[in-house]
């Protein structure tokens, strides 16, 4: 990493922490008593197209931070350009704790680097609420490559460089980038194969015409649990709790290996403190609920709650992380 991209990364990360620090001094805004609020519907927009992935669990978690806060949680879905649309549309928005967003490391930590233009900033123009879920990747092979796990699919790449295929939903995706890491950190020529969309990729995975794809739990899990495709490995740091027998890419065959996807509540800048903390405090709430939490696990994403702060310090090394594979990619977006 050359000393100029550390030193963005490092600027970014100050100015996470810059803009929850200067939330948390910010007086309340005119007109809103903090202990009333809510007083009237909160609006979450999803940056998403409805019935996907992210959709799915925003609808699945609201409904109880909606019980705890006592009032109702509208959800609308604003989709566009990887996310762009709907996040500038709550940056934009009046920081009057009405108007949330749900972000991912797509919207917060990987756009910034793979748009070549934002019409918002992911640092200043936001307050990281809470962190939600973080959301595991699987590695996943066609049935037919004779490999059983991710040392024996290394050792097959490089045996064959440049004869494996590697499926993703799209350029610039999770999918993808996760799959750039996995190149760069195994140091193997395998080739990517983009689609529009995850199910369109694993449909070609499962009829052998890519052999392989890093794919986010809630579609990759059905597909091994079914056999359709064979699973090597999760992304995630330590095990999945979903499915404990599944080892990580880093304790089977490339340490130091970690990607996952996640997600997590915004406000925009601005928004008084009182209200952030009693959003916080009610998504926690939520999360840990048993039943919530086991619906979770059975979509693939795990509950990591947390506070603002460090949820502004994640947010920073993520942005690291997915920025290295952006540029790994070569992937850029007008």
Same mark, same amino acid.
């Given at each position: 990493? @050359?000393? *100029?991209?550390?030193? #963005?990364?490092?600027?970014? /990360?100050?100015?996470?922490?810059?803009?929850?620090?200067?939330?948390?001094?910010?007086?309340? =805004? *005119?007109?809103? %008593?903090?202990?009333?609020?809510?007083?009237?519907?909160?609006?979450?927009?999803?940056?998403?197209? *409805?019935?996907? !992935?992210?959709?799915?669990? &925003?609808?699945?978690?609201?409904?109880?931070?909606?019980?705890?806060?006592?009032?109702?949680?509208?959800?609308?879905? /604003? &989709?566009? =350009?990887?996310?762009?649309?709907?996040?500038?549309?709550? &940056?934009?928005?009046?920081?009057? !704790?009405?108007?949330?967003?749900?972000?991912?490391?797509?919207?917060?930590?990987?756009?910034?680097?793979?748009?070549?233009?934002? /019409?918002?900033?992911?640092?200043?123009?936001?307050?990281?609420?809470?962190?939600?879920?973080?959301?595991?990747?699987?590695?996943?092979?066609?049935?037919?490559?004779?490999?059983?796990?991710? =040392?024996?699919? #290394?050792?097959?790449?490089?045996?064959?460089?440049?004869?494996?295929?590697?499926?993703? =939903?799209?350029?610039?995706?999770?999918?993808?980038?996760?799959?750039?890491?996995?190149?760069?950190?195994?140091?193997?020529?395998?080739?990517?194969?983009?689609?529009?969309?995850?199910?369109?990729?694993?449909?070609?995975?499962?009829?052998?015409?890519?052999?392989?794809?890093?794919?986010?739990?809630?579609?990759?899990?059905?597909?091994?649990? %079914?056999?359709?495709?064979?699973?090597?490995?999760?992304?995630?740091?330590?095990?999945?709790?979903?499915?404990?027998?599944?080892?990580?890419?880093?304790? @089977?065959?490339?340490?130091?290996?970690?990607?996952?996807?996640?997600?997590?509540?915004?406000?925009?800048?601005?928004?008084?403190?009182?209200?952030?903390?009693?959003?916080? &405090?009610? #998504?926690?709430?939520?999360? %840990?609920?048993?039943?919530?939490?086991?619906?979770?696990?059975?979509?693939?994403?795990?509950?990591?709650? !947390?506070?603002?702060?460090?949820?502004?310090?994640? #947010?920073?090394? @993520?942005?690291?992380?997915?920025?290295?594979?952006?540029?790994?990619?070569?992937?850029?977006? %007008?």
């Amino acid at each position: 990493m @050359s000393a *100029a991209t550390i030193v #963005i990364a490092v600027l970014r /990360r100050l100015g996470l922490l810059l803009a929850v620090a200067a939330l948390l001094a910010a007086p309340v =805004a *005119a007109g809103e %008593d903090p202990k009333r609020w809510p007083s009237k519907p909160v609006m979450l927009i999803v940056p998403f197209p *409805a019935g996907g !992935g992210a959709d799915n669990l &925003a609808r699945l978690v609201m409904p109880r931070v909606s019980r705890v806060l006592g009032q109702n949680i509208v959800i609308e879905n /604003r &989709a566009g =350009a990887g996310g762009n649309v709907g996040a500038e549309y709550v &940056a934009r928005a009046a920081p009057d !704790g009405y108007t949330l967003l749900y972000g991912t490391n797509g919207t917060h930590a990987i756009n910034a680097s793979l748009y070549r233009e934002l /019409r918002f900033d992911p640092v200043r123009d936001f307050v990281p609420v809470s962190r939600m879920t973080e959301i595991a990747a699987m590695l996943i092979v066609n049935p037919q490559l004779p490999v059983n796990s991710t =040392a024996e699919l #290394i050792r097959y790449a490089k045996a064959n460089p440049g004869k494996l295929n590697f499926g993703s =939903a799209g350029n610039g995706t999770t999918s993808h980038l996760a799959g750039e890491l996995f190149r760069t950190h195994a140091n193997i020529d395998i080739v990517h194969v983009p689609y529009r969309g995850g199910a369109l990729a694993m449909t070609d995975l499962i009829a052998g015409h890519v052999q392989m794809m890093i794919e986010v739990m809630p579609n990759a899990w059905p597909q091994v649990r %079914d056999g359709r495709v064979r699973g090597l490995a999760v992304s995630t740091a330590s095990r999945f709790p979903g499915a404990p027998a599944i080892p990580t890419i880093d304790e @089977s065959g490339l340490p130091g290996f970690e990607a996952s996807a996640w997600d997590g509540i915004f406000v925009p800048a601005g928004t008084p403190a009182p209200i952030v903390t009693k959003l916080n &405090a009610a #998504i926690r709430e939520a999360l %840990d609920d048993p039943e919530l939490v086991a619906a979770l696990l059975a979509r693939g994403a795990r509950p990591v709650p !947390g506070t603002p702060e460090s949820f502004a310090r994640f #947010i920073g090394s @993520s942005s690291e992380t997915w920025g290295v594979a952006v540029r790994a990619s070569g992937a850029k977006i %007008d």
